[in-house]
């Protein structure tokens, strides 16, 4: 057996080092840490752990201002998902990340793997999962290709999701010629597991076995978080091989048969086989522990012949785990996975050399120190430039073109308020019975905590994802600060508390200052709002160079939040019931910069976004969640994208009853009052408003009457009306449509 690797030749190494996308300064790292040339798995280890994509070497630095802790938090990031106590001994488990690029290439296994992943850095945790979510970002949909993009990315999520048994109970759909040559394919996970019985990625023991379970490894999606880390050119269909293919029925095995393992004693580390598969595995768990790692390859369970270390090494096949297990416990572990059809091999040990060897075919393939592996990856403080403020626009200088009635027709039809249920009628958001809040029925999904009912309890978790990217173009910080109240908001007004978000960072090419302005303002913005909401940041992800022939995505910082319902019988919905009086929470100055109505009815997309007040935020939405809780509030809905008559338009679309609106106060044009964007607004459905409105006084929360819900008919102040049932119909017509002859 050879005791060293074969080198690389020098100018061939250099090449490759390119290729795969290390820096030349990168790869002379590489040289004087290895002090010689690398051979070909140790350059390929080298290239997917420096990447982008794995180290967050430009993000990491700006990262560390986002707060983290809380008295609630059990694992904040740095682990496969965050972990927060929701109370009665269990967590919630959760994270949100991205599959862009290989969603953009093929779609369908793209989004599927994206959900597949997501699943398992949860469950990974013991966490039983329980509810999927995503965020999505498409181009026009009559850009080339787009809708095959659209068709297979909500085909895979739901074909994925809906096979797995895990219900998709929520998410949210832009549109946007931005994204036209890369689209945004974000997944998110919650889960639920014992407090006191979270696992860690952490490995220790000297001569420990580490063993891989799950399914067999294959030549897909090598070179995977390289590809995630660069920009698409012409050429990128070319890149499918690096594109995984899903198997979900594995991964309810694989799902079920770690649960088992785990309701004993024998793991001492787990992990996800994620980007870059079993180099990441092994090196993040040998590194946290402060471990050396050896692995033997020829045990690795394979489905395709002739595989090479570099391969084996760099594979992203879907559906596996590693693990760290106690000695003597491998024959306990191995029945478990062979009963549920699963392969299982032990394919190493832990050592305490601090260093990863690789083994072969009686050959070392690499001998690496794992330290500038796993902590110690490139880390750049990128030049920056700010984003130039745009002017606040004033309503008493923007004619309204159209008229109200017609304005509100077409925003409720426009690809980004039309209904979604084209999309959610593709997944399964019932399975598992818990589902109590389903997509479109509120501003947050819904969902019991089954553990809490065989308690006697009734409580609930509240889930959403957020984000409005056209205000981070404008404002990055602005934009930042927005996309966390927006998730808070949306928790509150289903009746729950926020307890932690986990966010999605989408940017593009952090080489250029712009973009690295981009991404430092936004988490500027999202600090500050997580500080004054006290909404901590567990888990997240990372993704740049999302851009195609040197066109960027709009800046979009996705926010996916969690909070917990003490009793699901509280919680509210949005459809308006009849003979509700409303009341409108909050603010309205008429706020039309960057807002839908100036984009989709005046045809400008300019100004300063609205500022989020996050003073008021916090007062008017502890304020709404506790007139939920007290039993005061029927129905509540969030003002945000489309402005106030939208509000109220959705209201009426979800429950088929009207309601007749009082004039609008003086001052503010009728088009900039109705369809503003004014922040930390909630409309409220209730029985009486007198009490609410007088409660409000006293605590200092801007509150108006805005009218009654009767018929079937919106009646505008003057007589005007439009009826439900049309507004409905131009609702519902616009995706299936757009979505006709993919």
């Not at 004087?32 to 070909?40: D, N, V």
Request: charged share 20%.
């Amino acid at each position: 057996m050879t005791d060293s690797p074969t080198p690389l030749d020098p100018s061939r190494a250099k090449r490759l080092a390119a290729e795969y996308g290390l820096k030349p300064e990168e790869y002379d790292r590489v040289l004087a840490i290895l002090g010689r040339t690398p051979s070909l798995t140790e350059l390929g280890l080298f290239s997917v752990m420096w990447s982008e994509h794995c180290s967050y070497k430009s993000s990491r630095v700006w990262l560390r201002e986002l707060p983290t802790k809380a008295p609630w938090v059990i694992q904040g990031p740095g682990e496969n998902a965050g972990v927060i106590d929701i109370g009665e001994g269990l967590a919630a488990v959760f994270k949100m990340e991205s599959h862009n690029h290989p969603s953009f290439i093929e779609p369908y296994q793209g989004a599927a793997t994206g959900v597949g992943g997501i699943l398992r850095d949860v469950f990974t945790m013991g966490a039983r999962p329980i509810a999927n979510l995503n965020a999505l970002r498409f181009g026009m949909p009559d850009a080339p290709r787009m809708k095959q993009v659209i068709d297979g990315v909500v085909r895979g999520i739901g074909g994925y999701g809906n096979c797995v048994g895990v219900p998709t109970v929520g998410g949210e759909v832009d549109f946007h010629p931005a994204y036209n040559g890369n689209p945004l394919v974000n997944a998110m996970t919650v889960g639920i597991a014992r407090a006191d019985r979270i696992f860690y990625a952490k490995a220790t023991g000297t001569g420990n076995p580490v063993v891989y379970v799950g399914s067999k490894t294959g030549r897909d999606g090598i070179h995977g978080a390289t590809m995630a880390s660069a920009e698409f050119s012409a050429d990128s269909e070319e890149k499918r091989p690096t594109v995984q293919i899903g198997d979900p029925f594995a991964e309810k095995l694989l799902i079920e048969a770690c649960m088992e393992l785990m309701a004993t004693d024998a793991i001492v580390a787990i992990q996800d086989m994620g980007a870059a598969g079993l180099t990441s595995s092994s090196v993040e768990m040998a590194g946290k522990g402060g471990m050396g790692i050896e692995l033997v390859l020829d045990d690795v369970p394979q489905r395709e012949a002739g595989m090479s270390a570099y391969e084996m090494m760099l594979s992203e096949s879907q559906e596996r785990m590693l693990m760290v297990l106690k000695p003597g416990r491998e024959a306990e572990a191995e029945r478990i996975f062979r009963k549920w059809e699963l392969d299982f091999a032990v394919i190493g040990h832990l050592t305490d050399t601090g260093r990863i060897v690789v083994r072969h075919k009686g050959a070392i393939e690499a001998d690496i120190p794992l330290a500038p592996l796993e902590s110690e990856a490139p880390l750049y403080r990128r030049p920056t430039a700010e984003t130039p403020k745009q002017p606040v626009l004033e309503a008493n200088a923007i004619p309204d073109p159209l008229g109200i009635e017609a304005a509100l027709l077409r925003l409720v039809a426009c690809p980004d308020l039309c209904s979604r249920r084209w999309i959610w009628d593709q997944y399964d958001s019932m399975v598992g019975g818990q589902t109590a809040k389903r997509p479109g029925a509120a501003d947050a999904a819904v969902v019991r905590i089954e553990e809490s009912q065989e308690k006697g309890g009734a409580r609930a978790l509240a889930l959403t994802t957020d984000c409005t990217p056209r205000y981070c173009l404008a404002d990055p910080e602005e934009g930042g600060r927005q996309a966390v109240a927006e998730a808070w908001r949306n928790i509150t007004a289903v009746g729950g508390q926020p307890l932690a978000i986990t966010d999605n960072m989408n940017f593009g090419n952090p080489e250029k200052p712009e973009i690295m302005g981009q991404f430092a303002s936004a988490v500027r913005g999202m600090a500050a709002a997580c500080l004054a909401l006290d909404f901590p940041v567990v888990s997240g992800n990372v993704s740049l160079y999302n851009e195609t022939e040197g066109r960027a995505i709009l800046p979009t910082p996705a926010i996916g939040g969690v909070g917990v319902l003490e009793d699901v019988g509280q919680a509210v919905g949005l459809a308006l019931p009849p003979g509700a009086e409303l009341v409108l929470i909050g603010e309205t100055r008429g706020w039309l910069g960057q807002s839908l109505w100036l984009r989709e009815i005046a045809g400008r997309e300019e100004g300063a976004p609205p500022p989020v007040d996050l003073a008021a935020e916090r007062r008017n939405g502890d304020f709404v969640r506790a007139q939920i809780l007290a039993g005061a509030v029927r129905a509540c809905h969030d003002a945000s994208d489309g402005g106030l008559l939208v509000t109220v338009a959705e209201m009426a679309m979800a429950s088929g009853v009207g309601a007749s609106l009082l004039p609008p106060p003086g001052g503010i044009p009728a088009h900039a009052f109705w369809f503003g964007e004014d922040q930390s607004r909630y409309l409220l459905a209730l029985a009486d408003a007198a009490p609410l409105l007088e409660a409000a006084r006293a605590a200092g929360v801007p509150a108006m009457r805005l009218g009654k819900a009767a018929g079937g008919d919106l009646v505008l102040p003057g007589g005007r009306s439009i009826s439900v049932s049309s507004l409905r119909a131009a609702h519902e017509a616009t995706l299936p449509a757009l979505m006709e002859g993919r």
